[in-house]
């Protein structure tokens, strides 16, 4: 009888140690890695560029949720937030801060901490803010992903000019608090000014104020605009095309999303694929490389997208050598 009890005993502890070892296994499972995403703008105005990076992830075999985490940091158009958006992802020990939505975030990030890496998406060259010294091979924890929007103003201004010749007085579209803007008034003035153009410029770091400037605009008789490339304006391109629409003046964009949503034409890099791009580099870095692995990615493809739907409302007839020219034409 004894005997029968001893091996029952031993028997029911068996059990209850088999039944604990799927919790001891998935105990013993490391931690997913965490990404750190930090913008100033909505997760509202950036879906279509987020899911890109997720798209990039996915590219080298990191889903959200499944094998990585994403801690999520939107500024919510308050810039001023970033730096603590960005101390408190350094708190939070993420393996990569993803600074995003322009070279604000990326300038907060970089203050923040020395050592975890950076990966950031910039409208405008990073040397010219300090991102990166070398950027064919970064120094320190930074790389990213970089285009030219900043740096198109006069070639936007001057394919405006080509659709809409009559138009004299021509309006610029700027978030003067963007790093990206300060080079852009006065070069769109000489574009301008070599076109006998009259340039107007106006300023808008609100959805109040983007509504202000195309009163005023519209006031000054302006025939024409160009909306700069800007983190800010191409988050708030459904509200700029339709005050556009509204006002029937032609409009050129730096990036193909307010074309999409029926902005006249843009000329610029594909922005969705820059952040796919810094997908496939975060993913990189948590798989072990370094940013100095990694150069700096700077977007040498650009791509004219007319939507000749828009043109028509608009009472404009887009050339036939201008349509041959274009990547891509919407009707």
Same mark, same amino acid.
Request: charged share 20%; proline share 3%; net charge positive.
């Given at each position: 009888m004894a005997s029968y009890i001893g091996r029952?005993?031993?028997?029911?502890t068996l059990g209850g140690a088999a039944a604990a070892w799927p919790l001891a296994a998935r105990a013993q499972q490391p931690a997913m890695p965490v990404i750190g995403w930090l913008n100033p703008l909505s997760p509202r105005d950036h879906r279509l560029w987020l899911e %890109?990076?997720?798209?990039? =992830? #996915?590219?080298?075999?990191? @889903?959200?949720?499944?094998?990585? +985490?994403? !801690?999520?940091?939107w500024a919510e158009y308050q810039a001023e937030r970033l730096a603590t958006m960005a101390?408190?992802?350094?708190?939070?020990?993420?393996?990569?801060?993803?600074?995003?939505?322009?070279?604000?975030?990326?300038?907060?990030?970089?203050?923040?901490?020395?050592?975890?890496?950076?990966v950031f998406t910039s409208g405008i060259d990073p040397e010219k803010t300090d991102l990166v010294t070398n950027p064919s091979r970064p120094e320190g924890n930074l790389t990213g992903i970089s285009w030219f929007?900043?740096?198109?103003?006069s070639k936007g201004l001057g394919l405006l000019h080509e659709l809409v010749p009559s138009a004299?007085?021509?309006?610029?579209?700027?978030?003067?608090?963007s790093p990206e803007a300060a080079s852009q008034p006065a070069?769109?003035? %000489?574009?301008?000014?070599? =076109? #006998?153009?009259?340039?107007? @410029?106006?300023?808008?770091?609100? +959805?109040? !104020?983007?509504?202000?400037?195309?009163?005023?605009l519209i006031a000054q008789q302006a025939g024409a605009l160009v909306v700069t490339g800007d983190a800010f304006l191409?988050?708030?391109?459904?509200?700029?095309?339709?005050?556009?629409?509204?006002?029937a003046i032609p409009a050129i964009y730096f990036n193909r999303e307010p074309v999409d949503a029926g902005g006249l034409m843009s000329y610029g890099n594909n922005i969705a694929d820059a952040y796919r791009k810094a997908g496939v580099y975060t993913?990189?870095?948590?798989?072990?490389?370094?940013?100095?692995?990694?150069?700096?990615?700077?977007?040498?493809?650009?791509?004219?997208?007319?939507?000749?739907?828009?043109?028509?409302?608009?009472?404009?007839?887009?050339?036939?050598?201008?349509?041959?020219?274009?990547?891509?034409?919407?009707?």
């Open positions: 029952r005993k031993f028997l029911a %890109a990076f997720r798209q990039g =992830l #996915g590219d080298v075999g990191y @889903v959200e949720g499944r094998n990585v +985490v994403i !801690e999520y940091r101390a408190d992802l350094v708190n939070r020990r993420v393996e990569v801060i993803v600074a995003t939505g322009g070279n604000l975030s990326a300038l907060a990030a970089k203050a923040a901490t020395t050592t975890i890496p950076i929007s900043a740096q198109l103003t004299d007085r021509i309006a610029l579209l700027v978030n003067p608090s070069e769109a003035r %000489a574009a301008a000014h070599a =076109l #006998g153009k009259t340039l107007l @410029v106006f300023n808008a770091t609100t +959805v109040g !104020e983007l509504d202000a400037s195309f009163a005023n191409s988050a708030r391109r459904h509200q700029i095309v339709a005050l556009a629409a509204r006002h993913a990189r870095i948590l798989k072990g490389a370094k940013p100095a692995d990694l150069p700096v990615d700077r977007a040498s493809k650009f791509e004219l997208i007319i939507n000749l739907n828009t043109a028509k409302s608009l009472g404009l007839l887009v050339p036939n050598s201008m349509q041959l020219l274009a990547d891509e034409v919407i009707e």
